[in-house]
């Protein structure tokens, strides 16, 4: 058998991938390709939709990595390939300090809380909450440059001037394929120049923006969206941005999550408990244990 594995943006492109193989077929997996401080590409997996054609849906996320795990084969990936490391949401801090150092290999722009036993769900899933620092909250827009018309009384025409700074107007999406002007963006004649300088069309691109001050900036092109952020989006960025929720405010709800942490634990413990098939007399204590795995795995299936 011969298997092909592809990669698939958020455009729906398609790509093969040469050199690398699995040791199964018909996997879809969720992730994303970055490129470290030293210049290493790599995979980072999130999550796995289905294993050998079968969809899957409520099996634990780190259950699902283990799986792949073992049949993917890095000898010949043209990049590393990771499972995403799954840390408790009560140690945080220890997260925040990783993530911080500069031991860390890639740039992250904050914490994504997920639950455990949760669903994948395909769009925006609303059970999944991120948290980035105030001033890395950002909103993809779609730009629209507004040029100085310039009236040459001595020719007697009018033309735009497309070398002097122009308004750049920000809209985001208002459903059914419709755009809402929102906001400027704000930028210096330097930066102006620097966008020039990329001899690249800049109308109706999409951009990624930060705010600042109560101004937009820009940050950088979105070459892999073809559309800007809901309103809908745009509106929580924004409650973000004005709730200000720093990685200090974060922490001193730790206590209370790690409490209730172990109260969940405590709980599922006790079921687990009294799912133990009870023990026969003369029934030897290995024999015992086995079928209360196998019982649980059946369970759990």
């Keep these: 058998m011969i ?3 592809f990669q698939i943006t958020r455009a729906n492109e398609f790509f093969k991938v040469s050199n690398i193989t699995f040791g199964s077929h018909e996997n879809l997996i969720d992730g994303e390709i970055i490129i470290d401080k030293e210049g290493q590409t790599k995979y980072f997996a999130f999550d796995c939709m289905a294993q050998e054609g079968k969809v899957i849906h409520l099996t634990k996320i780190y259950e699902k990595y283990m799986e792949h795990k073992i049949n993917f084969n890095k000898s010949t990936a043209p990049f590393k390939f990771y499972f995403k490391e799954m840390t408790p949401s009560y140690k945080m801090e220890m997260v925040l300090k990783h ?3 500069k031991d860390f290999k890639h740039v992250s722009d904050g914490l994504i809380f997920t639950a455990v036993n949760a669903p994948y769900t395909i769009g925006t899933d609303k059970n999944i909450l991120k948290w980035k620092p105030p ?7 779609v730009l629209d440059l507004e040029f100085q018309q310039v009236n040459d009384e001595k020719k007697k025409f009018k033309y735009k001037d497309y070398d002097s700074k122009p308004r750049g107007h920000l809209f985001i999406g208002s459903g059914a394929n419709n755009i809402k002007e929102v906001g400027i963006l704000s930028f210096s004649k330097d930066e102006w120049e620097n966008l020039k300088f990329l001899k690249e ?3 109706d691109r ?6 600042e001050n109560k101004q937009w900036r820009f940050l950088r092109m979105r070459e892999d969206k073809e559309t800007p952020n809901h309103i809908s989006v745009y509106n929580s960025v924004l409650e973000s941005i004005f709730d200000n929720i720093t990685a200090q405010k974060l922490l001193t709800i730790v206590p ?10 405590h709980h599922f413990d006790n079921v687990f408990q009294q799912m133990k098939p009870k023990k026969r007399s003369g029934e030897p204590l290995d024999s015992f244990e086995s079928k209360a795995i196998r019982q649980k795995i059946e ?3």
């Design 206 to 211: 999409i951009i990624e923006c930060s705010c």
């Design 256 to 265: 209370t999550i790690a409490y209730n942490w172990k109260q969940v634990r």
């Design 99 to 101: 993530i911080g150092s």
């Design 135 to 141: 001033h890395l909250n950002t909103v993809d827009f």
């Design 3 to 5: 298997l092909f594995l």
């Design 201 to 203: 069309p800049l109308i």
């Design 299 to 301: 369970d759990r299936n």
